[in-house]
């Protein structure tokens, strides 16, 4: 009866997932606002040293930023239960978007009632990046730090291993100072439970080799198989978030399918259309929720031809298969890193990582500020520079909710 005291926080999360647009870039201000400031859940120091250590790892950052937040209040059960809660609208929606696009021609929903959701994502990001300065930068090295990371996560913003190699960096370049030393306490040898790391292994060993007996063989749901596989892979080394996702769906399910040498090795490989799967990655950035849950409505594109029963379970199979690595490598390596950060070396590294994410949310900002088109000033553009800026000023300087200013901002899409 434990979760029973939880139903608040649960309920806060639910309302989180159903109105968090603008992808990762925006998330971590909603995060802020939501968790920090409102509930109090965890500290502003707290949520950066989480999006930081996420940074590091595979996977969808926000979503494990989330889930961390859920294994501080409650342990791995409610971890479990805040991530179903985050996922399951966006993937509720996306999964009924590949039906739908299966019987209608896709509508470009981005220029109606959407249409102001990227602006308004620009001012969330834009609030973070300024809270998060205040808190991580302190003296001229994260300065440097950070405006190293701004330059390179900009110019680099979808190259998947900058982030990884700017986190290392950030990390070690801080250590050259002796200054910084955590408080002295007693750090006991603990017992690490591999459970988790091993079951990742397993599953991505068994993946591939059930995949590869199904191809072989010729199974009759064969492509369920090959599903599973190729999206528990991409859970497991997508560094970059959904930027990077997207190329290796690209290739995997537009390029492969053409290439000569593929026809003859697997004539059957699942094969989804470009414009069906770049308007499933248009809109998934255009609903509130994880960009990852794009693979809910891959797997259902994947399977689409095998009846609405496949259909449904490729839906479910691209799920689970994008989102299980992620939670399984951060259940697994957070308890580690607790332990860990205790050191000298690991505790003078955190100051150069905080440094480098902050460089990076400043970048996200400016990629978004880039993304829209600037050269064609009209009167739709002055107004996302209005929501920009109104935005960040709701955020800063009153106590209106997140989820309002969301619902305002679709309003205005729907009147203008």
């Not at 069906?276 to 998934?284: E, I, N, R």
Request: glycine share 8%; hydrophobic share 50%.
């Amino acid at each position: 009866m434990a979760i029973i005291r939880h139903i608040p926080f649960l309920r806060a999360v639910f309302f989180y997932s159903i109105t968090a647009f603008g992808g990762p870039q925006g998330h971590l201000g909603m995060m802020l606002k939501t968790f920090v400031q409102k509930r109090r859940d965890i500290t502003e120091e707290e949520l950066i040293e989480y999006n930081s250590f996420c940074q590091m790892l595979p996977g969808a950052s926000s979503t494990q930023t989330l889930t961390l937040i859920g294994y501080k209040r409650g342990g791995v059960s409610l971890a479990v239960l805040t991530l179903l809660i985050w996922l399951l609208p966006a993937c509720i929606l996306m999964g009924a978007f590949s039906f739908l696009l299966t019987v209608y021609p896709a509508n470009n929903l981005t220029s109606g009632i959407l249409k102001f959701i990227e602006p308004m994502a620009v001012g969330f990001l834009l609030y973070a990046a300024i809270r998060a300065f205040n808190i991580s930068i302190k003296n001229l090295i994260t300065q440097i730090i950070m405006l190293f990371s701004m330059v390179l996560s900009f110019t680099f913003f979808k190259v998947p291993w900058i982030f990884p190699a700017l986190i290392v960096a950030g990390g070690i370049v801080t250590n050259f100072s002796n200054k910084r030393i955590p408080k002295k306490e007693d750090i006991k040898p603990r017992h690490i439970r591999w459970t988790n790391i091993w079951l990742f292994g397993l599953i991505f060993v068994l993946a591939g080799l059930f995949s590869e007996l199904a191809r072989k063989n010729e199974w009759e749901h064969k492509k369920a198989f090959n599903l599973f596989e190729n999206f528990y892979r991409f859970g497991s080394i997508v560094f970059g978030g959904s930027d990077v996702l997207l190329p290796l769906m690209l290739d995997q399910y537009v390029a492969r399918p053409t290439d000569k040498k593929v026809q003859v090795k697997n004539p059957n490989t699942i094969k989804i259309e470009r414009s069906d799967l770049l308007t499933g990655y248009g809109v998934v950035r255009a609903i509130p929720g994880p960009v990852f849950s794009v693979a809910t409505f891959t797997g259902g594109m994947a399977l689409k031809n095998e009846g609405y029963t496949m259909q449904f379970i490729g839906c479910v199979i691209g799920t689970v298969a994008i989102f299980l690595p992620s939670a399984l490598l951060i259940l697994f390596f957070f308890p580690v890193w607790q332990y860990l950060k205790k050191y000298v070396v690991v505790y003078r590294s955190l100051e150069g990582i905080n440094a480098v994410v902050v460089g990076v949310i400043w970048a996200g900002t400016l990629y978004l500020l880039h993304g829209m088109p600037l050269k064609h000033l009209d009167f739709n553009m002055a107004i996302s520079f209005g929501v920009i800026i109104g935005t960040f000023a709701l955020l800063r300087y009153t106590k209106i909710h997140a989820p309002i200013i969301a619902l305002g901002c679709l309003l205005l899409g729907w009147l203008i």
